[in-house]
């Protein structure tokens, strides 16, 4: 019995490289995912029928680096043309904006604006605040969208 229970213990022994490299391989697996998916560049919101979506023409982001984005608009009947657009962003975690002020400089197509002078200087959780104003919100405040993303 002796020799049954020391064959048994080697045998659980001799498994234990291979369950450490398969737990670090797991943890290497979501450690990656993380990571891609934090520095995903395109970026979605939407209120009131409109919806937003960024993408970015550095990808991945990186820390420090100015950049444009291009801003697509749409509403039900399709692109939303000739809008009104300011976007700020900050830290809310660390209570403060980012250091550049991006602008809109033109509209590239039908609902496709061009955002220059996006930097973000630090990682952490971030927040695009987006007030955009259209032919059909006249006369109303502007349709405001917030996006929390990671970097």
Request: glycine share 8%; hydrophobic share 40%; proline share 6%.
């Amino acid at each position: 019995m002796k020799y049954t229970q020391q064959l048994s213990r080697l045998s659980r022994l001799s498994r234990t490289p291979q369950v450490a490299f398969a737990l670090f391989l797991g943890f290497l697996l979501t450690l990656s995912t993380g990571l891609s998916l934090a520095n995903d560049a395109d970026l979605t919101g939407s209120s009131r029928g409109i919806s937003l979506e960024i993408f970015s023409q550095l990808s991945p982001i990186e820390i420090n680096t100015i950049h444009s984005w291009e801003v697509v608009l749409t509403d039900e009947d399709g692109a939303v043309s000739g809008a009104t657009l300011d976007i700020v962003g900050g830290m809310p975690e660390h209570n403060h904006g980012m250091p550049t002020q991006p602008q809109i400089t033109e509209e590239l197509a039908p609902g496709r604006y061009l955002l220059e002078g996006v930097r973000f200087h630090m990682p952490g959780l971030w927040r695009l605040t987006a007030s955009i104003s259209t032919e059909k919100t006249q006369g109303r405040p502007p349709t405001v969208i917030v996006i929390d993303f990671t970097l």
